[in-house]
Every structure is written in structure tokens, then in C-alpha cells.
């Protein structure tokens, strides 16, 4: 590394977690970044930031966000991730089987299917809707 190159600081796991977990709740509430800064008394690129990890998130502001959004503060650690804290790939970064799936999940795409997918009331629309999708991801797969 050369002498004057700036090391750029990787956020912590835990932080990016819970981050993601205030990005994913805040959306599938339709809540803007500037709305939730604006309650929490701060800028929305605070908001980003938090929601990155690039700052990590005091216990009394996770307070503050929990109550706003709705949920306990052990909604912010749900899920094994920290479990795989220790299971790092060659480059350093985390390994989990479930990384495909929970970006996923905490897509903007995601959130949307999962709330469309809870708004159909019907449960055996529900069960045809999901037999479809399993359908074409199998036969997507074998062709």
C-alpha cells in the first residue's frame, strides 16, 4: 500500500445488519429516509448512513427508531447472522448460505412481492399463485 493511500474503513457486519433491518421496516411502511430523519431529528444522509452501517446506530437512537417504526429493538437482530460472523470467504467478506436470499428479501422488489403476495386475502389463490411460481422457477432451471 502506498504511503499516502487512505485505507477505506469497512463497516462492521452487526451494523450492516441492523441497518438493513431499519432500510426493510421503513420500507414496507412506505416511509421515506427524510420522514424517518425528520422524526428522529436528523438529515436523511443520516438516515443512509445508518441504514448502510457506515454509522453505527447508538442504543438510544435504536430505541428511537424501534418505537417509530413499530417494533421491538430485537427486530434489529433478528435472523442468524451474527452467527456467521466467524465464517469469512477468502477476501475477508462474510459468507452465508442465505445472502442471495435475504438481499432478496430486503429488496425493494422483494418488499413489494411480499406485500403484494399478503394482500391477496384469498389462501387458496395464495397456495395456486405460489404452485405457479414454483412451477415456472422449476422448469426455468431445467431449461
Known sequence: MEPNAVKKKVPNPADVHVGARIRMRRMILGISQEKLGTALGVTFQQVQKY??????VGAGRLLEIA???G???SYFFETAVFEALEA??????????TDAFDQFVKSSEGIKLNNAFLG???PA???HLLDLVVSMSRNGQNG
Open 51 to 56: 441504514e448502510k452501517g457506515a454509522t453505527r
Open 67 to 69: 418505537n417509530y417504526l
Open 71 to 73: 417494533v421491538p429493538i
Open 88 to 97: 469469512r470467504g477468502p477476501s475477508g467478506a462474510i459468507v452465508t448460505a
Open 120 to 122: 391477496i386475502n384469498d
Open 125 to 127: 389463490v395464495r397456495r
